[in-house]
């Protein structure tokens, strides 16, 4: 079992950064795919990114390539979401989760594997 806690959302402004970390308890982090996922208000949930277990394969939604990095701390049972030039359009609630994918998927799939653990999210909220 793995729990997830997010931090690091708030109010910023169009065009600021923010990163957001999920920290990890349980066992077995370093064997997870860690995605960062968002909801907008009256939107479906969506992927926003996610890294392989090994750290070494990233995979992101077009909507924030180039503007927003993924990167995991295993040591720290940690994985972040390091977002640059916000826009309003970030503007949701920002979720970990954790799947196990095995490495013979392309990084591809990490955008529909089934998450099996998710956090309660964290408000990014950017004021244009």
């Known amino acids: 079992q793995v729990q997830l806690v997010e931090s690091g959302g708030g109010l910023v402004q169009a065009g600021d950064s923010l990163r957001l970390s999920c920290a990890a308890s349980?066992?077995?982090?370093?064997?997870?795919?860690m995605g960062w996922f968002r909801q907008a208000a009256g939107e479906e949930r969506e992927f926003v990114a996610a890294?392989?277990?090994?750290?070494?394969?990233?995979h992101y939604a077009d909507s924030v390539k180039g503007r927003f990095t993924i990167s995991r701390n295993s040591a720290k049972n940690s994985v972040y979401l390091q977002m640059i030039s916000l826009k309003p359009e970030d503007a949701a609630v920002y979720y970990c989760?954790?799947?196990?994918?095995?490495?013979?998927?392309?990084?591809?799939?990490?955008?529909?594997?089934?998450?099996?653990?998710w956090g309660q999210g964290t408000q990014v909220t950017v004021s244009s």
């Open positions: 349980g066992r077995a982090f370093s064997s997870y795919t």
């Open positions: 989760a954790a799947a196990r994918i095995a490495a013979s998927r392309s990084s591809s799939s990490f955008a529909v594997a089934p998450y099996e653990h």
């Open positions: 890294i392989s277990w090994s750290g070494g394969r990233t």
